[in-house]
């Protein structure tokens, strides 16, 4: 997993492969002063992979799809109705900001 940098905003988006999570990742992994985006989307329901899905729908939508491949971009699978949102205790450490 990508560290990210010690300086710059860190950003857990969610929704990243709907209409505007699609718009708001692409501009957030643009920005000089965003050091990291971790974009969490809930696990498929059809096999398809996290990646899988995000590079469809950045495509869908003419957004370069190589941001996906960025060391600043972290693609996450868990829940956010679970506890810690369902992922790794190691990474939701490292994005919990409270």
């Not at 969490?40 to 491949?69: F, H, P, T, W, Y």
């Amino acid at each position: 997993m990508a560290e990210p940098r010690s300086t710059g905003e860190v950003v857990f988006l969610t929704g990243s492969t709907g209409g505007l999570g699609t718009q708001l990742l692409s501009h957030l992994a643009s920005m000089s002063n965003v050091s990291h985006v971790y974009a969490i989307n809930r696990r498929s329901s059809n096999g398809k992979c996290s990646r899988e899905r995000q590079v469809l729908a950045l495509a869908e939508r003419g957004l370069d799809v190589s941001i996906i491949d960025s060391p600043r971009v972290t693609l996450v699978e868990g829940d956010t109705s679970a506890p810690s949102f369902g992922i790794d205790r190691k990474l939701f450490e490292a994005v919990s900001f409270f």
